[in-house]
Every structure is written in structure tokens, then in C-alpha cells.
């Protein structure tokens, strides 16, 4: 089964840098477009980032320019989110997303073929 596994929340003082992690398995990997999402409890969901073409192209949520890098490995089939100078409001359940096959256009908050079950982040002030 196609699956994507997210590590490397946890909980950080506001300032902190935490660095996530998705691997994904052969069919579930894409260069044409993964993603970051994430979600807190009571309020919608909220893309983060997204990357495409193997890493060509990035695209990120105002909310966390200049602070949230998204990368990829393709030998490792891993994505990565990096985030410093975190923030109480970046706390949530962040996870991560693929196209697998699909082909379609690479976008914030679109629609993707695979999820995973997510990484719990907390940030304390």
C-alpha cells in the first residue's frame, strides 16, 4: 500500500527550529508535487508548502516565509520541512502529502493523492 510516514515534531520554546520529516514508499513518492499541511483543532486546514519538479519549485504560506524550507530527497524518497524561528500560532498537527503518479498542477492547498497521519508540533512561548 502506498503510505507516507511523518517523523520529527515535538515541543520547542518560540524561537526554535524543529526539522520534519516524510518518507514515503515507491508508489506513493513524487517528484511532480508533495506538500506540508497543517492542522489545529476547531480551525480549518492550512497548506504550508509545497515543492515540485524534484525541487525546482517551491511555494510557501505567508505565514511562514522565510522561516519554513521545504526540500526533497529523491534517493531516500523523503521530503523534509525545515522550520526555525518558530512560533506559538505554527503550533498543530502538521502532514505531509503526495501526488504519487498524478500529474496535476502543483499548488498550495490543493487536492493530493496520498496523506499521512501527521506529526504533532508544539511551540511554548
Known amino acids: 500500500q502506498p503510505h507516507l510516514t511523518e517523523s520529527g515534531g515535538g515541543s520547542v520554546q518560540a524561537g526554535g527550529s524543529l526539522r520534519l520529516s516524510c518518507a514515503a514508499s515507491?508508489?506513493?513518492?513524487?517528484?511532480?508535487?508533495m506538500g506540508w499541511f497543517r492542522q489545529v483543532p476547531g480551525k480549518g486546514t492550512e497548506g504550508v508548502a509545497i515543492?515540485?519538479?524534484?525541487?525546482?519549485?517551491?511555494d510557501y504560506a505567508d505565514s511562514v516565509k522565510g522561516r519554513f524550507t521545504i526540500s526533497q530527497d529523491s534517493a531516500k524518497k523523503t521530503a523534509y520541512l525545515t522550520m526555525n524561528d518558530l512560533k506559538p500560532e505554527d503550533t498543530a498537527l502538521y502532514y505531509c502529502?503526495?501526488?504519487?503518479?498524478?500529474?496535476?498542477?502543483?499548488?498550495?492547498?490543493?487536492?493530493?493523492?496520498?496523506r499521512g497521519r501527521g506529526t504533532q508540533v508544539a511551540v511554548s512561548s
Open positions: 515507491e508508489a506513493a513518492y513524487s517528484n511532480n508535487c
Open positions: 502529502a503526495s501526488d504519487g503518479a498524478w500529474k496535476t498542477p502543483c499548488m498550495l492547498n490543493k487536492a493530493f493523492a496520498f
Open positions: 515543492i515540485s519538479g524534484g525541487g525546482g519549485t517551491t
